[in-house]
């Protein structure tokens, strides 16, 4: 309910309150600016006080990215609240981060939005007021106040302040609107002046096991969950700054979609990551078919897996004749079978179990070579004392040929190597898919290896735990690397001091510092080291084995079973938010029950929560979209729309060779501000990009997932329905990236599902 009471004297109050604000803040980013510059020209002390400046150090500059992300709607919001919710502050400004008042007893001047005190902005409405009595959202541009929007909560100051009674319950709903309509630009924008109470209530759960959160599209999903983790950063900063939180797309433009939310909260720590980059080192480049992922996406890949790195475990088929000391010694199968027994018994992952393998082999060797030295040179009697074997064992390892045939038995192994050799190997498939059909078998071979797939980093993980990391050696090169950066920073200070011309030097004021003496070599070798500065996402990103404080899947439908084994490892405690919408499942290898997903890791530990209000797509296209989703599960009902555009939603057909030339028409005649997609069937993609450009993409169904645009133009159809097992799903998620028009041009007759679109001209 707007207020027709706001008075220009309203306005210039809170403009005031406003300015006062932004010098807060700018007082505060001066503040820690200036520590900041402190803390880097500080140098020497203990280890300890080395730690502790490189920690200051971090915390000013978060400081700083965090007032420098409040500086565009700082203040946002205002509640009056009267009673004992009050509680000595009958009025709270809301923003983007907190400010308190140092001079006046610590005195909040205003409330970070994720604050417990900040909460009835989101929640009051006429029914359930909170105590409050109004509401005010405050618009501004840059730091000038532009518009302020009332809500009465009560009756009585509604009427004080000579306004109507009457309202939706829709909170801030003009605000909300004035978002909701807004022309997109290719970024999503973070909604914490507007959040809705069912959106707040996921946001600031404190369940700690799996969240799931369905919805179904344009609901809310990925700006909650994005909200969420601003949430959990600010309220477990500590817990999660060192863990780290992690944020799972589906793909790299949606990631860069969503990339700009948490940033503009002040939030960095975060990390984004696909299910193809989260295997460290590997860039996915190639893509699967819908077919062949959906085999790589199946648990039946552990038993594969397995069965590849056993068959790198051979044994001889011929006795195999190695000369060592101009003796011939001999590796049989026996030999190696039993070696390879006790190795594998040890239930070591293979790379670990390979020192049992070759110091089994060894020893038989040894006893083969110290018998035949006794009965050749000692004439029968064997006096070799165990020392003298110990010695055979030890020139044995130091034997290269020896070491080769060892090797080749049960060699060293990474997961890129098992798994491409497997992929490009008909025999090795046949041998370790055997349980796998003909058909799967041949989906999954590969005649040349090319690069991974998004589907291949589960495998590559599974790969990493059954062969494990001997990280011996890594330890080792790692020293040896920062010893050398030592020397190497001992060196450039050397080479600073000795650069001072003697004669000057003498000259020197003894007051003017030299380099060294501001700086050790184990310092500078720090400073370089650009580990000791990574967030705990960066650090992250690199380990496979690190563990996060919290896992958010967006999407999450889209997971297979061997990515979900993926991302389980990752988060041992299990707290996790997974949003999605089974209705949208377009990957085959993905879900349509949360039950089953979770089920093997939680059992029934885990809380599902809705949302039901569609934010993005106007009622006239739902009404379509409602029919195929009608047909996917007749149970499911679409989310209700919070708005009608006025746009009807219509379709074109021309004939066949006509369809390239009306869709080109089509986007030419559009001017409208904002931006338009054209999505067609992943093989005909390609017969339109060049239309692309700033304001025009061009994108097949599996790339719009979780986008919108201001005007979708669906081409053919029919054709999406037929290009996939989840065709309809396909569909359904290309109908409703909308935002504000909706168009489809075909030539094949229209499926019956979208019966409701008008015919056009
Ligand atoms: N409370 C809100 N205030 C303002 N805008 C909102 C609000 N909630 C959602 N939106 C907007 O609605 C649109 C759809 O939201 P979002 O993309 O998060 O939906 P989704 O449920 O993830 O959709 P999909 O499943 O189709 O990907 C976005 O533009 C988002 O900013």
Not at 293 to 314: F, I, N, P, T
Not at 684 to 708: H, I, M, Q, W
Request: glycine content about 6%; some cysteine.
């Amino acid at each position: 309910m707007p207020d027709k009471a706001l008075q220009h004297g309203d306005l210039d109050r809170e403009q005031e309150y406003v300015s006062m604000l932004y010098d807060r803040l700018d007082g505060l980013r001066s503040y820690a600016a200036t520590r900041l510059s402190k803390v880097l020209l500080q140098t020497g002390g203990t280890p300890q006080a080395r730690s502790e400046r490189e920690s200051f150090s971090q915390m000013y500059t978060e400081d700083i990215a965090k007032y420098d992300a409040a500086e565009n709607g700082l203040c946002f919001g205002r509640i009056d609240l009267d009673g004992e919710a009050a509680d000595g502050d009958a009025l709270r400004y809301i923003g983007r981060v907190g400010i308190l008042d140092e001079a006046n007893d610590y005195e909040t001047l205003l409330l970070d939005w994720r604050a417990p005190l900040a909460r009835p902005f989101y929640l009051a409405t006429p029914a359930q007021p909170e105590g409050v009595t109004r509401r005010r959202h405050i618009r501004t541009r840059s730091r000038r106040v532009t518009g302020l929007g009332d809500e009465y909560l009560d009756l009585a100051a509604a009427e004080r302040a000579g306004v109507a009674d009457g309202t939706d319950g829709v909170a801030g709903e003009s605000a909300l609107l004035t978002a909701l309509n807004a022309a997109r630009t290719g970024h999503m924008n973070d909604i914490v002046e507007t959040i809705q109470s069912e959106q707040d209530a996921i946001i600031r759960s404190s369940h700690k096991s799996v969240m799931v959160v369905q919805g179904g599209p344009g609901t809310g999903k990925t700006a909650v969950a994005l909200h969420r983790a601003a949430y959990l950063l600010y309220t477990y900063r500590q817990q999660l700054a060192k863990s780290g939180v992690l944020i799972v797309g589906p793909n790299a433009t949606f990631l860069d979609y969503i990339g700009q939310v948490l940033p503009s909260l002040g939030e960095t720590g975060v990390l984004l990551s696909t299910i193809g980059d989260l295997y460290p080192g590997v860039i996915a480049t190639v893509h699967d078919s819908l077919e062949c992922g959906e085999v790589k996406g199946s648990l039946e890949m552990v038993e594969v897996l397995k069965q590849a790195v056993r068959d790198r475990q051979l044994t001889p088929p011929e006795p195999v004749t190695i000369t060592f000391d101009t003796y011939p010694i001999t590796l049989d199968r026996k030999t190696v079978t039993r070696a390879r027994g006790r190795a594998r018994s040890s239930r070591r992952p293979h790379n670990l179990a390979r020192p049992i393998f070759v110091s089994a082999v060894i020893e038989s060797l040894a006893d083969q070579f110290a018998a035949r030295l006794g009965s050749n040179v000692l004439g029968g009697a064997n006096l070799l004392s165990r020392d003298d074997v110990a010695d055979i064992r030890d020139e044995m390892r130091e034997d290269p040929d020896l070491m080769d045939a060892i090797d080749a038995l049960w060699p060293q192994l990474t997961p890129q190597r098992v798994l491409a050799d497997l992929l490009t190997s008909r025999s090795r498939l046949d041998t370790a898919a055997r349980d796998l059909t003909e058909s799967q078998r041949a989906l999954l071979h590969r005649t040349r290896m090319t690069g991974f797939s998004p589907a291949d980093a589960p495998l590559l993980d599974e790969l990493a735990e059954l062969l494990g990391v001997d990280d011996a050696a890594e330890r080792d090169r790692a020293q040896r690397e920062w010893r050398a950066q030592i020397a190497d920073a001992q060196g450039a200070l050397d080479i600073l001091t000795g650069s001072a011309p003697q004669d000057l030097e003498d000259e020197l004021d003894p007051e003017i510092l030299m380099a060294y003496d501001l700086i050790d070599a184990d310092q500078l070798a720090q400073r370089q080291d650009l580990g000791h500065r990574l967030t705990a996402a960066e650090r992250a990103a690199a380990d496979r084995t690190w563990t996060y404080g919290h896992v958010i899947v967006d999407e999450a439908q889209e997971l297979s079973a061997m990515a979900w084994r993926m991302l389980m490892r990752r988060i041992p405690n299990r707290w996790m938010t997974l949003v999605g919408d089974t209705a949208q499942t377009g990957d085959p290898a993905g879900s349509s029950s949360w039950q089953t997903v979770l089920e093997p890791y939680v059992a029934r530990r885990w809380k599902l929560t809705e949302l039901t209000v569609n934010y993005r797509t106007p009622a006239e296209i739902m009404a379509v979209a409602q029919d195929v989703l009608a047909a996917i599960d007749p149970t499911q009902t679409a989310p209700r729309s919070v708005r009608e555009s006025g746009n009807v939603p219509w379709a074109h057909r021309v004939p066949a060779a006509s369809v390239a030339d009306e869709v080109r028409r089509r986007v030419a005649a559009h001017t409208g501000p904002g931006l338009t997609v054209v999505i067609a069937a992943e093989d005909s993609v390609g017969e339109f990009t060049d239309l692309a450009s700033d304001s025009v993409s061009v994108l097949a169904v599996r790339d719009v997932k979780g986008l919108e645009f201001d005007s979708v133009l669906i081409v053919e159809p029919q054709r999406i329905l037929d290009e996939s097992p989840r065709g309809l799903n396909d569909l359904y998620v290309a109908l409703t990236r909308a935002t504000q028009r909706l168009g489809v041009v075909h030539a094949r007759p229209l499926p019956d599902v979208l019966a409701k679109l008008v015919p056009a001209e």
